[in-house]
């Protein structure tokens, strides 16, 4: 083992990680059971805004002030959805639960770039499998604990098996998607999925659960979105759009100083306006 790395600090490493996964995978599905799956999706997806300023905090990556601007916007969205229902403690409590979720996840993701860095495909592969080992010899005393202590009810007959499949499928292969597909392809791309995921889930819920999105739910809803794009901006947008205006103006003076030249058209030979030559350049 390599000098100044020791086996309690590398349980402990892995420990930390899997705790964190366990917490933030048990918070998500829990809250299913309250709130819409689109609200519950749309809450998950300020994860990329609490990244963005834990990685300001930990890993002093560059300020910019549009994405603080973008916290506060999916923040607005997040009381919006928490009061969506009035001053109900049920939905303002699975909220709170769903934002934790996403707060853990965060926290997983800065600190495995803090920890791991930038890794290989086995790089990535041998991290996960150690973390699902731990977490399947560490973690089963907690399903006892909420068994016997009622908060969790396992009836084995009642449990639909085949949904539950197939749900852990999807869950796994979205997992598997999330965590190495990084080394194929550009993170923003793996991240945009979450953002298509909202609309199609609102999809699926207006058509089969005939759930309704208005007042403070859709507010919350398009308020979080927006942040979610916002948060995505490269860090010198301002840059971009600055170039693309000054395009644009350069492109419009071009085209009014044609205008109002009218035929007359620049020889290039000659430098000097000829009225022998129409816009394109012919000869008349």
Wanted: charge should be positive; aromatic fraction near 14%; include cysteine.
């Amino acid at each position: 083992m390599e000098k100044g790395f020791t086996a309690l600090q590398f349980f402990t490493r892995c420990g930390s990680f899997c705790v964190l996964w366990v917490f933030a995978n048990y918070l998500l599905i829990h809250t299913l059971r309250k709130l819409d799956t689109t609200v519950v999706l749309t809450l998950f997806a300020c994860t990329i805004s609490f990244v963005y300023l834990l990685s300001w905090v930990v890993l002093h990556q560059q300020f910019v002030g549009i994405r603080i601007v973008a916290v506060i916007i999916c923040a607005t969205g997040i009381a919006l959805l928490a009061y969506m229902d009035g001053v109900n403690s049920k939905t303002l409590a699975s909220v709170i639960l769903t934002t934790g979720a996403a707060t853990f996840t965060a926290i997983y993701k800065v600190f495995y770039k803090r920890t791991i860095g930038y890794t290989t495909f086995a790089q990535t592969a041998l991290f996960f499998t150690l973390v699902g080992f731990l977490n399947a010899f560490l973690m089963w005393p907690m399903v006892l604990l909420l068994y016997f202590t009622g908060v969790e009810t396992l009836s084995w007959n009642h449990i639909p098996w085949l949904t539950l499949s197939g749900a852990a499928t999807l869950n796994l292969t979205a997992n598997l998607l999330g965590n190495f597909g990084v080394t194929w392809t550009y993170e923003i791309f793996l991240t945009l999925g979450l953002f298509v995921a909202i609309p199609i889930s609102a999809v699926i819920d207006a058509s089969v659960y005939d759930v309704q999105f208005k007042q403070m739910k859709l507010g919350g809803i398009l308020l979080i979105m927006f942040g979610f794009l916002v948060v995505l901006l490269p860090d010198n947008w301002n840059q971009y759009l600055a170039d693309i205006l000054r395009s644009r103006l350069a492109k419009w003076k071009r085209h009014e100083q044609m205008k109002k030249n009218g035929s007359r058209v620049q020889d290039t030979t000659t430098a000097q306006l000829s009225r022998l030559r129409t816009p394109s350049g012919r000869v008349k």
